[in-house]
């Protein structure tokens, strides 16, 4: 069975950071490209980034491009987003899934809450 756990988020204020992490299993992590989703009340569940197997291709949004950063550790089954220069409209919920630029797997895990707020 597919699964994510996020983790890392909180509360921080603007222009700071947060790295988020994202452990995945009921797979074999090292085939697969990997990407990160945010969410907020209302709104349509967005991709941020998207990281292929090996790490060697990315891809980011453009409202995150130069402050986000996306890795993955195939040893681990983890992937991650480190975000800085965090602005109030980052506010969301946070979640991973197999793929690069879309989710490919039905299922989500719980996501982590990010508030950036001072």
């Known amino acids: 069975q597919v699964q994510f756990v996020e983790s890392g988020g909180g509360l921080v204020q603007p222009g700071g950071s947060l790295r988020l992490s994202c452990g995945a299993s009921?797979?074999?992590?090292?085939?697969?490209?990997m990407s990160w989703y945010r969410q907020t009340p209302g709104k349509e569940r967005e991709l941020i980034a998207g990281?292929?197997?090996?790490?060697?291709?990315?891809n980011y949004a453009d409202f995150v491009k130069g402050r986000f950063t996306i890795s993955r550790d195939n040893a681990k089954n983890t992937v991650y987003l480190q975000m800085n220069s965090l602005k109030p409209e980052d506010t969301a919920v946070y979640y991973c899934?197999?793929?690069?630029?879309?989710?490919?797997?039905?299922?989500w895990g719980q996501g982590t809450q990010v508030t950036v707020s001072s």
């Open positions: 009921g797979f074999t992590f090292s085939s697969l490209a």
């Open positions: 990281i292929s197997v090996t790490g060697g291709n990315r």
């Open positions: 899934n197999q793929g690069y630029s879309w989710p490919i797997s039905r299922s």
